[in-house]
C-alpha cells in the first residue's frame, strides 16, 4: 500500500475498479485512521478523473468526526462533490458542520462554514445562515474572510436570504471594509462586488468614507485583493477631486508585475481621466502609463496571451490618445518577432497602422517589408495589406508605400503578388491617375493570378484605365474567354471592366462587350449578374449617359473604415480589461449583462438549450441574439418555397463551373500523419506509427505505415476503434511480422458497423496492442472525399426538392469561415465530395442569398443548404442519420 | 471569478479539470480542440475565443494548455494571471519542464494545490511560500519519508504568518552560516537590422537575491547610477515609498531564492558581440556567410554561442561548415522552418569564427528568404549597464552574514535580420 502513494498517478492505474471499490468500502470501515486517510484519498483520486464514487458516501462521510485535521479536509473535499448527489446523506452530516464552526481551531471553523457553503442544495440554508452570520464576526481574521467568499455561496444558493435587510449580511460585509486587515478588506470587497454583479444591484453602496478606506488598503493587499479593489473603485463615480487624488494613489500599481492589476489600475485611470481639468494632470497621468503600457508587452516577463489581451485593450486605448505612442522608442516595441504567434503579430500590426504618421513611416515600411519575406503566409499577407493601408492613410506618403508595393511584386513570390494586386485596387480608387506607370509592372504577373479577390481586383484596374493600357482589350479578352468558369466576384468585375473598355474604346472592343453580355444574360443562372447584364445593355443604347454613369467620378475610400465609432469608443474604453474590450463590442451584444448563468450541471447540460432559452427571452439584453434567431425562423421556412420557384425555369440546368472545377481545397491527408511516435508513449514505446485514409476498390480502409523500433520483431497484433463520429470500425487486422528496424505498410479494411459517438468530431481513438503494450492514440479524419460520394448523390432538383421537405432540418452558423463568397463556398464544398445543386440570390443589396448541394454518405442522401447573410454563413443540413456529422464537415470545410 | 480550470494535453484529453462555480461541461474541450484543429500551428490559436455559449480563456505552456471557461463578464487577464501563477506553482513544485506527464504523475498532489490556490472562484493562498508551508513539493527526502515513517506531504497546520504584514517570510527561520549573495543578471534583447543598425535594444536586468540568513533580517541595498532601476518592477517585499523617495532598495526578504527587482533599460547599449550575416541566391541555391567576434574592449570570456538560422521548410539541403564549432540541421517542432544551428563553446582569441557554404532550394522556389538570425551567449562578469552593488546593510540580526555579488549577462532574443 505504501508504495502506491508515491504518485497520484498511479491511484489511476487500475484495471478492476469495481474490486478496488469494494476494498475501498472495507478499508474505509477500518479503525486505523492511516488506513481510512489512504481509502479516502483513493476515492478521491478516483472522483477527480470523472469514475462514480457516490456510493461510497455513507462510509467516507463516518469518518468526519475524526480529530485528524488532514482526514477531516479529505472528507471535506469529498463532500463538496458529491453532496449535491445525495443531499439527504450529506444533511445527516450537518450536524457535525454546525459542531465545527464552534471548535476552538479557527481552521477548523474556517473549514466547516467553507464546506457548508459548497453544499448547494436549498436545505442548507438554515444551518448555514446563523453559523455564516457568526463567522461574519468572528474574532479571528482567517474565519472572517472564509465567511466573506462564503456569503456569496449563500447567495448562489438562496439569492433572498442574503439581499434581505433583516438578515443584515450585506451590512456586515460592509462593515468589514472599514475592519484594518487587507486580507479581511479585499475579500469583503470581492464578495461584495460578486453579488452586486449577480444580483444587478449596488450592493456596494461605495461613499466617500469607504473610498478612501480602499484606497488606503491599496498597497498593502495582495495581487488578487489589489485586482478586486481597483475594480470597484473603476465602478464609483468620483467627484474631480476624488478623481485626481485616487489616480495618485492608483498610479504605482501600473507598475505591477501582475498584468492583471496593471490593466485594472489603467481601466480606473480610463475612467477617472476624463472627469479632471487639469492639463497637468492628465498629462503627467498618460505619462505614467506609457512604460506600464510598453511593459505589458514585454516577452520576457509576460507570456504572449497576455500580451495578445494587452494589445487588444491598448488598440482601443491609441484611438483615444492617438499621440500617446507615436514615438519611434515606443512604436519600436511592436516590432513583430518571427517567433511570436501569429494573434501576436496580427495585432502588432493592427497597432503600428494605427501609429503611423508622416513622421515615421519610412521605419515602419521598412518594418513592413520585411515582414513580408516571411514564412508564414498568412502574417506576410496582412503585412502587405497593412502597407496599403498606411499608403492611404497617409496621402504624403503614399508614393513611398506603393514603392514598396511593387518592389515586393517584382519578388514574383505568388501570394504577395496576389495580395499586393488586391491592395493597389485600394490605392487607385484613393488617388485615381496618379500612380498609373505600375500598371506595367502589374501586368507581367497576369498568369500567377489565381484568387478570386485578386483576379476582381486585377480586371478592375485594367477596366478603369483601359484606356492607357495600349492592349487592354487583349487583356480583357483573356479574362473573358474563361468567364463561365469564374466566380461571381471575378464574371461581375469582368462585365464591368469590358463596358468601361468599349466606352472608352468602341470601334475596339465591340465584339467582346456584345459577347459578354450575352453569355451573362442567356447563359449564367446568378440572376446578380444578369440582371447587371441587362442593366448594361440598356445603357449601352446611349453612349453618352453610359459615359457619364459608368465612367463618372467615384467616391473616395478613407482609412476610417477601421476606425471605432466615438460613442462606442468611449463605452469600449469605460470597459478596459474585460471580454467587451478584446472583441471590440459593447457589453450588451456580447455577454449577458449581470446575468448569472451558471454553469450546468452534468446530468443537465445533456438535455441542453430548452430551458436555457426560455428564461432568456425575458431578458432585455438577450435582444439582439433573439432577434437575430427570429429572423431566421421564417427564412429557414422559406428555402423550400424559394427552390420551388426554381424548377420551372430553364436556370436550373448545373452551371459548367460546378462540373469542371476541380477541388481546389488541399486534401490535407495526401500524407500518412504519425500518429504515434517511437519516442514518446506513455507506458509504450519503440514503434512508430503513420496512418493515412484511403479507397481501396472503391471501400473505405486505413493504411498504416508501421516503423518497428523496438528490438524484438512485433508479431501479434490487436487493433481497435473506440466508438467514434462516423461509425468506423476495422474488423480484421492482420499486418506482417515487423522485424526491428524495418516498416511494413498495412492496409486495413474498415467498415461503417462500429458504434457512433458524437464525441471528437474529426478523430478517431484508437488502440493498438502489440507485445510492446498498448497504445492509444488519435487518427485525425479530415479527408471527407472518402466519404463522401457525389456520383450517388441526388441530381434531380424535385427529388432534391421532396427529400427536403421531408427530413428534419439542422442548423449552425459557420463561425469563422475563410471566406464568405459563394465560389469559395462551392469550391470548398465541391472539394470534400459535394454536388452544387441550385445558387439563388434571395436579396442582392444585401447579397442574402442561399445555395444547395447535394451529396451522399454511406448510401445515405445528404442535402445541404449554405445561407450567405450579411457576410455570415449559415449550414442548413437535412440527412437521416448522418446529419450532425454532415453538418460538421460542412463547418470544418468552411473554415 | 475563476469558475473552472481544464487542464488538457495536445490531444485534448483532459488531465485535470475542477470546478468552483457549477461545472462547465466537458465540451467545452472539444469546442476548443475543434479551434486547435484549424490552426496550423497549434501556438496560434487565440487566447480568448468567443463560443455561442462561452468564452473560453487559455493558456498555452509547452505540451499542456490550461483553459477555463467563462459566461459572464471576468476580466480575461485576472483569469490569465491565474493560470500563471498555476503555472508557477507548478515549476516550483516539480521543476521547469512542467509536461503532461508530470501532471499526471502528481495528479492528487496538483489537484491540492488547486484546492488552497482557489476557492469558490476566488483566488485564495496563492503565495508559493506559503503554499509550501501548508503542501510539501515532492523530494526524494519526502518520498523517503513517506515511504517510511508514513508521514504526509499536507502539513496539519495552517502556515504561520498567513495573515502577518509579511506573509512572504516565515518566521523561525535558522541558519548555521549565514550568508546572502545577489545576482546581478542581464538579458539583451534586441533586433540587428542588415544595416548593422540596432534598431530594437532593451536590456531587461534583474536582481536575483539568493538569502539564508536567521530571524527576520533588515536589508537595505543602494546601487550606483540608482537611475538605471527607475522603472523596475518591485518583489512586494521592498518598501515602496522608500524606493521612490530615495532609490534605496530596502525589504525584509522571503526566505531562499527570489527576484528582488526587475528592470529595464531601452536605447543603444554596448552589446558584447557582432554578427555579420550575409546570404546571396542565384539559380535556387544561397551562398551563406556568417561570421562573429568579440566586441569587447577587453577580454571577457564570451560562452556557449549559439546561432540558429532558420530557412523555409522547402529548404532542401545545406552545406555548411564552420571553422570552429559545430553545425547541424534541425526541424523544427511546428514543420515552418528548418533550422541551422551552430554552436560554439567560446569564441577564440587568435581566429575569427565565421560559417560558410550553401543551401539549395528547389527549382522554381522564388528565393529572396531573407532569414532572422537568433543568437544565444553567455558572458560572466560583466554586464552591459554598468550597476553595481553600492552598499549592503544588514540590521536587526545579530550576527555578520556572508554576502556575495555576482554579475552576468547573456542573449535574450537577440535578433539578426539579413
Given at each position: 500500500m505504501t508504495s502506491r502513494r508515491k504518485k497520484g498517478g498511479e491511484y489511476f492505474k487500475t484495471s478492476n475498479q469495481r474490486g478496488e471499490i469494494n476494498e475501498l468500502k472495507k478499508n474505509l470501515k477500518e479503525q486505523k485512521t492511516e488506513v481510512r486517510k489512504d481509502a479516502v484519498k483513493k476515492v478521491i483520486a478516483f472522483m477527480t478523473c470523472g469514475t462514480d464514487v457516490s456510493p461510497l458516501f455513507n462510509d467516507v462521510v463516518q469518518s468526519i468526526g475524526t480529530s485528524d485535521l488532514e482526514l477531516k479536509k479529505l472528507v471535506y473535499l469529498y463532500i463538496i462533490n458529491y453532496a449535491r448527489k445525495q443531499p439527504d446523506a450529506a444533511l445527516k452530516v450537518v450536524s457535525q458542520f454546525r459542531k465545527d464552526a464552534q471548535n476552538s481551531d479557527p481552521l477548523i471553523r474556517a473549514l466547516a462554514i467553507r464546506t457548508m457553503g459548497c453544499i448547494r442544495i436549498p436545505k442548507i440554508t438554515q444551518h448555514l445562515v446563523p453559523a455564516l452570520k457568526q463567522a461574519l464576526k468572528d474574532k479571528d481574521d482567517y474565519v472572517k474572510k472564509t465567511a466573506a467568499i462564503c456569503t456569496v455561496k449563500l447567495y448562489d444558493i438562496n439569492k433572498e436570504v442574503v439581499v434581505d435587510s433583516k438578515e443584515d449580511f450585506i451590512t456586515r460585509l460592509r462593515a468589514l471594509i472599514s475592519e484594518g486587515n487587507p486580507m479581511v478588506v479585499f475579500n469583503a470587497v470581492a464578495a461584495l462586488t460578486e453579488i452586486g454583479m449577480k444580483s444587478g444591484k449596488d450592493v456596494f453602496a461605495m461613499d466617500s468614507n469607504m473610498l478612501r478606506a480602499l484606497a488606503a488598503t491599496l498597497s498593502e493587499c495582495n495581487e488578487w485583493g489589489q485586482v478586486y479593489l481597483l475594480d470597484a473603485l473603476a465602478a464609483y463615480e468620483p467627484s474631480e477631486k476624488e478623481a485626481t487624488s485616487i489616480m495618485q494613489r492608483v498610479t504605482p500599481q501600473l507598475k505591477h508585475k501582475n498584468a492583471a492589476v496593471a490593466m485594472s489600475a489603467i481601466k480606473v485611470i480610463m475612467k477617472y481621466l476624463p472627469l479632471v481639468e487639469s492639463k497637468t494632470t492628465r498629462k503627467v497621468t498618460l505619462d505614467a502609463m506609457r512604460p506600464p503600457l510598453i511593459t505589458l508587452l514585454n516577452h520576457s516577463i509576460h507570456p504572449p496571451e497576455i500580451q495578445y489581451v494587452a494589445l487588444r485593450n491598448m488598440n482601443l486605448i491609441i484611438q483615444r490618445f492617438p499621440d500617446m505612442l507615436t514615438g519611434f522608442q515606443y512604436l519600436k516595441e511592436f516590432f513583430c518577432e518571427y517567433n511570436d504567434p501569429i494573434y501576436v503579430k496580427i495585432e502588432k500590426l493592427e497597432i503600428m497602422v494605427r501609429l503611423a504618421a508622416n513622421s515615421n513611416i519610412d521605419l515602419i515600411l521598412t518594418e513592413f517589408k520585411s515582414y513580408a519575406k516571411e514564412a508564414d503566409t498568412e502574417f506576410v499577407r496582412k503585412a502587405v495589406r497593412a502597407i496599403g493601408r498606411c499608403a492611404i492613410k497617409l496621402p504624403e506618403k503614399a508614393q513611398k508605400c506603393v514603392q514598396v508595393l511593387l518592389e515586393l511584386i517584382k519578388t514574383g513570390v505568388n501570394y504577395v503578388v496576389q495580395e499586393g494586386i488586391i491592395v493597389i485596387k485600394d490605392i487607385f480608387r484613393k488617388y485615381p491617375n496618379k500612380y498609373e506607370q505600375i500598371i506595367g509592372v502589374l501586368c507581367d504577373n497576369l498568369d500567377s493570378l489565381d484568387e478570386p479577390e485578386a483576379k476582381a481586383s486585377m480586371v478592375w484596374i485594367i477596366g478603369e484605365y483601359s484606356a492607357r493600357i495600349s492592349n487592354s482589350e487583349e487583356l480583357l479578352k483573356n479574362f473573358a474567354e474563361t468567364f463561365e468558369n469564374e466566380g461571381p466576384q471575378v464574371q461581375l468585375a469582368i462585365l464591368t471592366a469590358v463596358v468601361k473598355l468599349f466606352l472608352y474604346k468602341p470601334n475596339k472592343a465591340g465584339d467582346l462587350v456584345k459577347e459578354v453580355l450575352s453569355t451573362c444574360t442567356k447563359k449564367v443562372d446568378n440572376p446578380d449578374l444578369r440582371d447587371r447584364g441587362f442593366v448594361y445593355w440598356r445603357l449601352l443604347m446611349n453612349p453618352a449617359t453610359a459615359k457619364q454613369i459608368v465612367l463618372g467620378k467615384k467616391p473616395e475610400i478613407s482609412d476610417q473604415t477601421f476606425q471605432i465609432e466615438s460613442k462606442t469608443l468611449d463605452v469600449l474604453l469605460a470597459n478596459v480589461n474585460t471580454l467587451s474590450s478584446i472583441f471590440h463590442k459593447p457589453p450588451a451584444q456580447l455577454v449577458k449583462g449581470g446575468r448569472t448563468t451558471n454553469f450546468k450541471t452534468k446530468d443537465q447540460a445533456d438535455d441542453e438549450d430548452s430551458s436555457d432559452d426560455s428564461d432568456e427571452s425575458s431578458s432585455e439584453d438577450e435582444e439582439s441574439e433573439e432577434e437575430e434567431a427570429e429572423e431566421e425562423k421564417p427564412k429557414a421556412a422559406a428555402a423550400p418555397t424559394n427552390l420551388l420557384g426554381l424548377d420551372d425555369g430553364p436556370t436550373i440546368e448545373e452551371s459548367p463551373?460546378?462540373?469542371?472545377?476541380?477541388?481546389?481545397?488541399?486534401?490535407?491527408?495526401?500524407?500518412?500523419?504519425?500518429?504515434?511516435?517511437?519516442?514518446?508513449?506513455?507506458?509504450?514505446?519503440?514503434?512508430?506509427?503513420?496512418?493515412?485514409?484511403?479507397?481501396?476498390?472503391?471501400?473505405?480502409?486505413?493504411?498504416?505505415?508501421?516503423?518497428?523500433?523496438?528490438?524484438?520483431?512485433?508479431?501479434?497484433?490487436?487493433?481497435?476503434?473506440?466508438?467514434?463520429?462516423?461509425?468506423?470500425?476495422?474488423?480484421?487486422?492482420?499486418?506482417?511480422?515487423?522485424?526491428?528496424?524495418?516498416?511494413?505498410?498495412?492496409?486495413?479494411?474498415?467498415?461503417?458497423?462500429?458504434?457512433?459517438?458524437?464525441?471528437?468530431?474529426?478523430?478517431?481513438?484508437?488502440?493498438?496492442?502489440?507485445?510492446?503494450?498498448?497504445?492509444?492514440?488519435?487518427?485525425?479524419?479530415?479527408?471527407?472525399?472518402?466519404?463522401?460520394?457525389?456520383?450517388?448523390?441526388?441530381?434531380?432538383?424535385?427529388?432534391?426538392?421532396?427529400?427536403?421537405?421531408?427530413?428534419?432540418?439542422?442548423?449552425?452558423?459557420?463561425?469563422?469561415?475563410?471566406?464568405?463568397?459563394?465560389?469559395?463556398?462551392?469550391?470548398?464544398?465541391?472539394?470534400?465530395?459535394?454536388?452544387?445543386?441550385?445558387?439563388?440570390?434571395?436579396?442582392?443589396?444585401?447579397?442574402?442569398?442561399?445555395?444547395?448541394?447535394?451529396?451522399?454518405?454511406?448510401?445515405?442522401?445528404?442535402?445541404?443548404?449554405?445561407?450567405?447573410?450579411?457576410?455570415?454563413?449559415?449550414?442548413?443540413?437535412?440527412?437521416?442519420?448522418?446529419?450532425?456529422?454532415?453538418?460538421?464537415?460542412?463547418?470544418?470545410?468552411?473554415? | 471569478m475563476f469558475p473552472n480550470l481544464f487542464i488538457i494535453n495536445s490531444t485534448g484529453e483532459v488531465l485535470i479539470e475542477k470546478h468552483w462555480e457549477g461545472k462547465a461541461p466537458r465540451k467545452v474541450v472539444e469546442t476548443f480542440m475543434e479551434q486547435q484543429v484549424k490552426k496550423e500551428r497549434k501556438i496560434d490559436v487565440t487566447p480568448v475565443i468567443e463560443t455561442p455559449k462561452c468564452f473560453l480563456v487559455h493558456s498555452r505552456r509547452g505540451d499542456i494548455v490550461l483553459l477555463t471557461a467563462i459566461n459572464k463578464e471576468t476580466a480575461p487577464l485576472f483569469v490569465l494571471e491565474i493560470h500563471n501563477k498555476i503555472m508557477q506553482v507548478m515549476y516550483h513544485y516539480f521543476g521547469p519542464s512542467v509536461s503532461s506527464r508530470t501532471v499526471r504523475d502528481h495528479f492528487s498532489l496538483i489537484y491540492h494545490l488547486l484546492d488552497e490556490m482557489v476557492d469558490g472562484g476566488f483566488p485564495f493562498t496563492t503565495d508559493i511560500n506559503q503554499l509550501q508551508a501548508m503542501i510539501q513539493p515532492p523530494t526524494i527526502v519526502n518520498k523517503m519519508m513517506e515511504t517510511f515513517a508514513n508521514s504526509d506531504s499536507v502539513k496539519k497546520a495552517l502556515p504561520e504568518g498567513m495573515l502577518t504584514k509579511i506573509p512572504w517570510r516565515r518566521t523561525g527561520v535558522k541558519y548555521h552560516s549565514n550568508e546572502i549573495c545577489f545576482d546581478l543578471l542581464e538579458e539583451i534583447n534586441c533586433i540587428i537590422e542588415r544595416n548593422s543598425n540596432l534598431s530594437v535594444c532593451e536590456i531587461k536586468g534583474s536582481i536575483v537575491c539568493t538569502c539564508r540568513l536567521s530571524g527576520m533580517p533588515d536589508i537595505t541595498l543602494t546601487v550606483t547610477h540608482p537611475s538605471l532601476i527607475q522603472d523596475a518592477v518591485l518583489h512586494r517585499c521592498v518598501r515602496i515609498n522608500r524606493f521612490r523617495r530615495d532609490r534605496v532598495i530596502s525589504f525584509v526578504p522571503p526566505d531562499g531564492r527570489f527576484t528582488l527587482l526587475t528592470y529595464f533599460l531601452r536605447g543603444p547599449a554596448q552589446l558584447p558581440i557582432f554578427v555579420r550575416p550575409s546570404i546571396t541566391y542565384t539559380d535556387g541555391s544561397g551562398n551563406v556567410s556568417i561570421s562573429i567576434g568579440s566586441k569587447m574592449r577587453e577580454y571577457k570570456a564570451i560562452e556557449d554561442i549559439k546561432v540558429v538560422i532558420p530557412f523555409p521548410k522547402e529548404m532542401l539541403s545545406s552545406n555548411l561548415t564552420a571553422n570552429s564549432g559545430s553545425v547541424s540541421t534541425v526541424e523544427t517542432a511546428t514543420g515552418h522552418h528548418r533550422e541551422v544551428h551552430w554552436n560554439l563553446p567560446r569564441i577564440p582569441q587568435n581566429k575569427s569564427p565565421t560559417l560558410e557554404g550553401s543551401v539549395l532550394f528547389p527549382p522554381g522556389f522564388k528565393a529572396d528568404y531573407r532569414p532572422t538570425l537568433v543568437v544565444h551567449f553567455n558572458v560572466k562578469m560583466w554586464n552591459t549597464s554598468g550597476l553595481q552593488v553600492d552598499g549592503l546593510n544588514v540590521t536587526d540580526v545579530k550576527y555578520k552574514p556572508f554576502r556575495g555579488v555576482r554579475t552576468a549577462t547573456r542573449a535574450g532574443r537577440f535578433h539578426v535580420r539579413c
Open positions: 463551373a460546378a462540373v469542371e472545377s476541380k477541388p481546389t481545397t488541399a486534401s490535407p491527408s495526401n500524407k500518412p500523419v504519425v500518429v504515434l511516435s517511437a519516442t514518446r508513449g506513455q507506458n509504450f514505446a519503440g514503434l512508430e506509427v503513420a496512418t493515412k485514409f484511403a479507397k481501396r476498390n472503391g471501400d473505405l480502409c486505413l493504411n498504416l505505415y508501421m516503423k518497428n523500433k523496438s528490438q524484438q520483431p512485433l508479431t501479434k497484433f490487436l487493433f481497435k476503434f473506440n466508438a467514434n463520429f462516423l461509425g468506423l470500425n476495422c474488423a480484421e487486422f492482420k499486418p506482417p511480422t515487423i522485424s526491428p528496424g524495418s516498416t511494413v505498410q498495412y492496409s486495413a479494411p474498415l467498415t461503417y458497423e462500429g458504434k457512433i459517438s458524437d464525441q471528437n468530431f474529426g478523430q478517431i481513438q484508437a488502440a493498438l496492442k502489440t507485445q510492446l503494450g498498448v497504445a492509444f492514440f488519435y487518427i485525425p479524419f479530415s479527408d471527407w472525399s472518402l466519404i463522401f460520394d457525389k456520383d450517388e448523390a441526388i441530381e434531380d432538383p424535385k427529388e432534391f426538392l421532396s427529400k427536403w421537405e421531408d427530413l428534419e432540418d439542422h442548423k449552425l452558423p459557420i463561425s469563422s469561415p475563410k471566406g464568405t463568397d459563394p465560389s469559395f463556398v462551392q469550391k470548398s464544398l465541391e472539394g470534400v465530395g459535394m454536388r452544387k445543386m441550385a445558387y439563388r440570390q434571395l436579396d442582392a443589396s444585401t447579397g442574402h442569398a442561399c445555395m444547395f448541394l447535394s451529396s451522399n454518405i454511406l448510401d445515405e442522401d445528404v442535402l445541404v443548404e449554405v445561407e450567405f447573410k450579411s457576410g455570415n454563413l449559415i449550414a442548413h443540413c437535412r440527412a437521416d442519420k448522418h446529419a450532425e456529422v454532415a453538418i460538421k464537415i460542412v463547418d470544418s470545410a468552411l473554415s | -
